[in-house]
Each structure stands twice: as C-alpha cells, then as structure tokens.
C-alpha cells in the first residue's frame, strides 16, 4: 500500500491487495489510461463517489498482468494506447477476467468499429471523451455484473489522501 496515496505510485510488485483473494461483494473498478494524469483524474472521481475499491493502470501489460489478482467487476479502458489499443486489450483480458463487464472510453469516433465491437462478448457500453465523472459512475453501475453493485458514497469525501478506495496508478517513466 503506498505510504502517500496522493501520488499515486504502486508498490512493487504491482497493485495493493494483490495477494489477497477477494470475495464477489469485494469486487473493484479497473481504470486502464496511457494519459496518467486521466486515468488518475477518473480514478478518484470515481473512488470518491462509488463504495468500491479503484485500481488505475496506465500501461495495458501491466493491467493484464495484474486482472487474475484483482476481482474485477467492471474494466474500464481507452482505446487509443500506445502498447495496444482497447480492442486488444478487452479481447486479451476477458480471457482473464472472463466476468468482467467492459466500458470502452476514446475521444476518437469508433462507428467505424462498429463491427469489430460487436464481436467483444465482455463490451457493455462505449464512453466518447469528455465525460464527467457521473456519466462514467452510471455506465459501470449499469453495466456491473452481478448483484453486489456499489452504491453511490453518502458521505460526499473528497479527501484523496485518505480514502482507502483508491488504488493507485502505476506510471509510465
């Protein structure tokens, strides 16, 4: 767990709660942006408005890398990156996290995609960028699998330092 979660760096070897198995009324939110400074925006919009654990990467690798250690319930990912883009990656991390809904978010317009999209089983819902935080906490609330959907947090904190929802981003060097 980092020691100042303000900076949003991971300790190695990859994301806090890594080893730990969590249960199905336990599950997160993955954030997967190149643009670090996105993908943590969006990671703390959402971590201080839904009651559910945040994980951000800003490396799509990385992500898969750490999807079989994390209860995904929704993956929310760009699809302009620079590793591989969105289709990719959805394609590659439903085989490890064959439960998780997906959010596909691009500035870009992709209609043009349209049939390429379709054939992604685990694909819900498609975001085009901007987008304020509550569009995206209603897409992963509308497409959460499952009955344990997060609920939006009472309390209306903005403290990031010390909501233990967040996760952190790992940065690119």
């Known amino acids: 767990m980092p020691t100042n979660p303000k900076r949003f760096e991971l300790p190695e070897p990859i994301v806090k709660l890594a080893w730990k198995k969590l249960d199905s009324t336990n599950r997160s939110i993955v954030i997967v942006d190149d643009e670090k400074s996105y993908a943590e925006l969006i990671a703390q919009m959402i971590a201080d408005n839904l009651d559910c654990t945040v994980y951000a990467?800003?490396?799509p690798m990385e992500a898969l890398g750490s999807l079989n250690k994390i209860s995904a319930g929704v993956v929310v990912t760009d699809y302009s990156m620079p590793q591989m883009?969105?289709?990719?990656f959805i394609k590659r991390a439903s085989r490890i996290a064959p439960s998780a809904a997906f959010i596909l978010i691009?500035?870009?317009?992709?209609?043009?995609?349209?049939?390429?999209?379709?054939?992604?089983?685990?694909?819900?819902?498609?975001l085009r960028k901007p987008f304020g935080w509550r569009p995206l906490a209603d897409a992963v609330l509308n497409v959460w699998p499952g009955r344990d959907i997060p609920s939006f947090r009472s309390n209306g904190s903005t403290d990031h330092a010390n909501n233990p929802h967040l996760g952190a981003v790992k940065p690119q060097p």
């Open 57 to 59: 990467f800003t490396r």
């Open 85 to 88: 883009n969105g289709i990719e």
């Open 106 to 126: 691009s500035g870009d317009d992709l209609d043009p995609l349209c049939d390429e999209l379709a054939r992604l089983r685990r694909l819900k819902m498609r």
